[in-house]
């Protein structure tokens, strides 16, 4: 069966403003809605409690999947249409998201623009240092390419097609380690696997081979867990 892979989120289409709308009222939404439920929790009427109850119950489980992606990696491959939109981890998709309005508003180089952003999370950084590269001094040499890239007119036609084209990168990335769902550091790898200059460039100058990549990747991921059950 002949797959369909895309990337396609509605807030990529929205304005700044539109984006900011929505998040004001989903989170206006579910801050009344967790008032009105442990209000009700303390009601005398019957009805009211259990009311309470299947809200709070609704709200708890909204707690627990906070750090998933809507839909799992192995779930997305057995469909024949795959938006790969739905397996990002809300904090790998607030990253990818925040790096294409950067690039849209600089005309940085999209690439760049998203592993500068993945540069800021203590994991990534750690994913480097397992590579013997110095983060600071990746991160430095990383700013001036940047900066270089940027200044141009932003064509968010490109922009959108490059950044599509790295979700479906990291989506591959996150199913040859067997990730559940799509992580930063997937993202990673996806920014290391396309064909632009600069980043080779970049990757060349501190030698650091992508192929690398999926073992520290694994590492990382289950060095992880590892600690967590530790503690």
């Given at each position: 069966?002949?797959?369909?892979?895309?990337?396609?989120?509605?807030?990529?289409?929205?304005?700044?403003?539109?984006?900011?709308?929505?998040?004001?009222?989903?989170?206006?939404?579910?801050?009344?809605l967790?008032?009105?439920?442990?209000?009700?929790?303390?009601?005398?009427?019957?009805?009211?409690?259990?009311l309470s109850v299947l809200l709070l119950i609704?709200?708890?489980?909204?707690?627990?999947?906070?750090?998933?992606?809507?839909?799992?990696?192995?779930?997305?491959l057995r469909r024949k249409n795959a938006n790969?939109?739905?397996?990002?981890?809300?904090?790998?998709?607030?990253?990818?998201?925040?790096?294409?309005?950067?690039s849209l508003i600089t005309g940085s180089?999209?690439?760049?623009?998203?592993?500068?952003?993945?540069l800021g999370r203590k994991d990534i950084r750690k994913m480097l240092s397992r590579l013997d590269i110095d983060a600071k001094e990746f991160s430095a040499k990383l700013i001036e390419k940047t900066s270089?890239?940027?200044?141009?007119?932003?064509?968010?036609?490109?922009?959108?097609?490059e950044f599509e084209n790295m979700a479906i990168g990291a989506f591959w990335n996150a199913e040859s380690v067997?990730?559940?769902f799509i992580e930063p550091r997937?993202?990673?790898?996806?920014?290391?696997?396309?064909?632009?200059p600069v980043v080779t460039r970049l990757f060349n100058l501190f030698d650091l081979n992508p192929a690398d990549l999926a073992e520290v990747i694994v590492f990382n991921r289950y060095s992880r867990k590892f600690s967590n059950f530790r503690h």
């Open positions: 069966m002949e797959k369909n892979i895309y990337f396609k989120d509605v807030r990529f289409s929205l304005s700044s403003f539109g984006e900011l709308l929505v998040r004001v009222v989903v989170y206006s939404f579910y801050t009344v967790s008032v009105v439920a442990f209000t009700l929790f303390f009601s005398d009427v019957e009805n009211l409690f259990w609704f709200l708890f489980d909204r707690v627990i999947q906070a750090k998933k992606g809507n839909v799992a990696v192995s779930e997305l790969v939109a739905l397996c990002f981890t809300p904090t790998a998709y607030r990253i990818f998201h925040t790096a294409y309005r950067r180089d999209p690439r760049l623009v998203l592993l500068d952003a993945l270089e890239s940027g200044g141009g007119k932003p064509d968010k036609k490109a922009c959108m097609e067997y990730e559940q997937n993202l990673f790898a996806a920014v290391s696997a396309g064909d632009d």
